[in-house]
């Protein structure tokens, strides 16, 4: 199969979209995430080849903010970084679609490699914060600690989710076709793509460090809200 077919296939198989799915993953993650799995997929790359080229970048970012001092290259190589190991993730399904289907260790692979990431993101900002930034106080160190937190619960929160209305025999948002553009469009300060084009600032403390605050307390409104509704849905089923 030839790049345009493979192209061609995963536009004509698309997944539905989530109802809350956030823009930037939906309208320009996933179709770049199509360019890199038709390619991938003509030069013979399988899913989990994928996954780890895609946390190859996404690591690799993660690792500089660490331990090279801030600057405003590096705060655009990092910002390419991400969003490029962003965009090799969204790759791995499609991959795995135009082979006729995933695998469970592939599933699993792919929700470990990003449960480490949303967990080491912003502990490498805590390292690199404290090591280079200069702050007011050490009290700031709590916004990353405390993103990694909520990261962390949400990301498990949407996986058992769908595991557990999966036992019940109920559908996913994305396959009971119910997308929201105004969600979509409000749901942008929590788009991991949003966070990742953050990073452009790192080269100017105090501007990230405001920016990154705000999508820290737009995540916990975000969470506290879906927790309700979670916990709500959850409790209908039983």
Not at 32 to 59: D, E, K, M
Not at 125 to 150: E, H, K, M, N, Q
Request: with cysteine; hydrophobic share 55%; proline share 5%.
């Amino acid at each position: 199969m030839t790049f345009t077919d493979s192209y061609r296939s995963l536009s004509a198989a698309q997944k539905g979209r989530a109802r809350g799915a956030p823009a930037y993953s939906v309208f320009i993650n996933r179709p770049v995430g199509r360019v890199i799995a038709a390619g991938a997929y003509t030069v013979g790359l399988v899913p989990n080849q994928v996954s780890l080229i895609s946390a190859a970048f996404t690591f690799t970012g993660i690792v500089l903010l660490a331990t090279v001092p801030p600057s405003i290259v590096l705060g655009i190589v990092v910002w390419l970084l991400l969003a490029i190991g962003y965009a090799w993730d969204s790759a791995d399904g499609q991959v795995a679609r135009l082979r006729g289907g995933g695998s469970l260790a592939g599933e699993w692979l792919d929700h470990v490699l990003d449960s480490t990431k949303l967990v080491a993101l912003p502990l490498a900002v805590t390292i690199g914060w404290y090591r280079f930034f200069p702050l007011p106080s050490d009290l700031w160190l709590l916004v990353p600690l405390g993103f990694a937190v909520i990261s962390t619960v949400t990301f498990f929160g949407m996986i058992l989710n769908d595991l557990l209305k999966g036992k019940r025999g109920v559908p996913q948002a994305a396959e009971s076709g119910g997308f929201s553009l105004v969600r979509s469009l409000l749901g942008l300060p929590t788009d991991y793509g949003v966070l990742c084009f953050a990073f452009v600032l790192w080269g100017w403390p105090p501007a990230f460090m405001l920016v990154y605050s705000l999508l820290a307390l737009a995540a916990a409104l975000y969470l506290g809200a879906a927790l309700a509704i979670w916990f709500r849905k959850m409790s209908a089923l039983g």
